[in-house]
């Protein structure tokens, strides 16, 4: 039988290796999920527009013609919609649904017609 070296500079060494080797696969891995994030980004933008459209389109009558609060109105969402902030213009009667960085939509209350969709020209 052979005898276990308990050298602690092998020891060491050992670890270190594992870290190493933990390090790696940490760094495989975030490069994978960053390029099949990559990949779908034009899906993912679309789905996160059509998302934003559709909260700025639930929220702006619910809050100008319900009267209800913004957040009260977030518990009209479909589920998933968690990511969707809403905020408020109250000077320009607008509802503006977004996801930072990626997507963003306005809708604004106008009297006799209820509330339109507002593209980005317009919004500005």
Request: glycine letters at 8%; one cysteine or more; charged letters at 20%.
């Amino acid at each position: 039988m052979a005898p276990v070296n308990s050298n602690p500079e092998n020891l060491s060494k050992a670890h270190l290796s594992k870290g190493r080797l933990a390090l790696y696969m940490l760094g495989l891995f975030v490069l994978i999920l960053a390029a099949v994030f990559a990949y779908n980004y034009s899906s993912i933008k679309g789905q996160l527009g059509l998302g934003t459209a559709y909260g700025a389109r639930v929220a702006c009558p619910c809050h100008y013609v319900g009267g209800r609060d913004l957040t009260d109105c977030e518990k009209d969402f479909e589920p998933g919609m968690e990511i969707v902030s809403l905020s408020l213009d109250a000077e320009k009667r607008r509802v503006t649904a977004s996801v930072p960085l990626i997507a963003s939509a306005t809708a604004e209350f106008r009297e006799g017609w209820g509330c339109v969709m507002l593209t980005e020209a317009e919004a500005d």
